[in-house]
């Protein structure tokens, strides 16, 4: 019996549209990022936007901070289009997003959806009535907006509401679980004022974001089972390299196999001068290799141990991925389906062979001591020995006549 293995079934959410793309409901899980340019920068800002939405970012947030950046939007958008790049865009929204986008108009209508975090909106009265103010300009420009609570600027003035009841109770919760409690409850009051106001459902997205990855499971576990709303995902200050990727993927892979998460976004903190689109490739990642979207072929390589001297499968292996992830946007458009696309590159006899026959198409590269000749294989069958110097060369161009063919 083959039964293939699945995770949970998706949460019901009620699906938000986000400048045409679906977040929630039956859509797959979204794939987004955020640009770290200054938003008045427009040159800047127009680069990194088409290089995140080339690399994969199905929807694009920028900063907007001050009158400078809410100017710039409408050209940036504008900007974009020109390029062919109609990806939709979030304006993210601290203490003056009322005031911004009030005085901005084309900003406001330029934007796909509005990120307001509910911590920094203003406090005591002025919060709700800031507040109500964006929900009033996401009424009339028709945008959804996205409540986004991050515990680093949680709303003190609820947290501390719940320590008091907490210890007039006589400390039923730890601290953390009450902090947890405020951020759930931060994103569900917050839903419920914009709804008040007269945002629909459907416009309204919810996320909770924590920098711990247990906090974080345990934070969206109960705003899940609370709610309808369409959830973003991301865990926050990720950090750096292997242990943001390490931690983005040990986070949200334990709540994308509860059914749990519509759209992602992997923070990472670039390495200074670093390229801001390894986080949707990570994102990309993630979802492939849990079985929930294909975004670039398969390429199987063995980690090569004892029996490989020399680094040229792993070269190989690097190759062919890297030519695969960069040809992908023109590779989808001529040949549908290509990634779905299975190639191994294998170190030596023991496994290559039978891996290969399993992928599309496979070569077996000789190990130390071997015959210098690397079989490939194609559809299950051996089509070619490769030999000589140029080996990688020629399986490369395989696997470019392969996909052509
Ligand atoms: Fe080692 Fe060969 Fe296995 Fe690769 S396929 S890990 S080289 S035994």
Redo the contacts with the bound molecule.
């Keep these: 019996m083959n039964t293939l293995a699945a995770p949970l079934p998706r949460r019901k959410s009620v699906p938000v549209n986000v400048g045409g793309v679906v977040v929630g409901g039956d859509a797959t899980v979204m794939v987004q990022s955020m640009t770290n340019t200054d938003t008045a920068d427009i040159d800047a800002t127009v680069a990194q936007c088409a290089a995140l939405h080339r690399a994969g970012s199905e929807v694009v947030r920028i900063t907007v901070d001050r009158d400078e950046s809410a100017a710039a939007v409408p050209r940036i958008r504008e900007r974009l289009e020109r390029l062919g790049h109609d990806v939709p865009l979030v304006g993210d929204f601290h203490y003056i997003g009322h005031k911004l986008l009030a005085d901005h108009p084309a900003c406001a209508e330029a934007l796909a959806k509005y990120r307001i975090n509910p911590g920094n909106v203003g406090f005591r009265d002025k919060r709700d009535r800031q507040f109500i103010e964006i929900v009033e300009m996401a009424i009339r420009h028709d945008k959804p907006v996205r409540i986004g609570v991050n515990w680093g600027s949680l709303d003190q003035e609820l947290l501390t509401r719940l320590m008091d009841e907490n210890q007039k109770k006589g400390f039923p919760m730890s601290a953390d679980e009450v902090t947890r409690e405020a951020i759930v409850r931060s994103a569900l009051l917050s839903a419920e004022l914009a709804e008040q106001t007269g945002l629909p459902r459907n416009k309204i997205l919810l996320s909770a974001k924590v920098s711990r990855v247990q906090d974080l499971i345990a934070v969206y576990t109960d705003l899940a089972a609370r709610c309808d709303h369409a959830l973003h995902l991301g865990l926050t200050e990720a950090g750096m390299g292997s242990k943001g990727i390490v931690a983005s993927s040990a986070a949200l892979a334990v709540l994308l196999q509860q059914g749990i998460g519509d759209t992602i976004r992997i923070s990472l903190t670039p390495e200074p001068g670093g390229d801001r689109t390894k986080e949707v490739q990570v994102a990309q990642e993630l979802l492939q290799s849990m079985g929930f979207r294909q975004f670039v072929p398969l390429v199987a390589a063995?980690?090569?141990?004892g029996?490989?001297t020399s680094t040229v499968f792993q070269e190989l292996a690097r190759k062919i991925e890297d030519d695969l992830r960069r040809n992908m946007p023109v590779w989808r458009q001529k040949y549908p389906g290509v990634e779905e696309l299975k190639v191994a590159v294998?170190?030596?006899i023991?496994?290559?062979p039978g891996e290969s026959k399993h992928a599309d198409i496979g070569i077996s590269l000789p190990?130390t001591g071997e015959t210098p000749a690397a079989p490939v294989f194609v559809d299950g069958k051996k089509a070619a020995t490769l030999r000589g110097d140029d080996i990688a060369g020629k399986f490369e161009a395989m696997v470019t006549d392969y996909i052509e063919a």
């Design positions: 063995c980690p090569g141990c029996r490989t294998m170190g030596c023991v496994n290559g190990g």
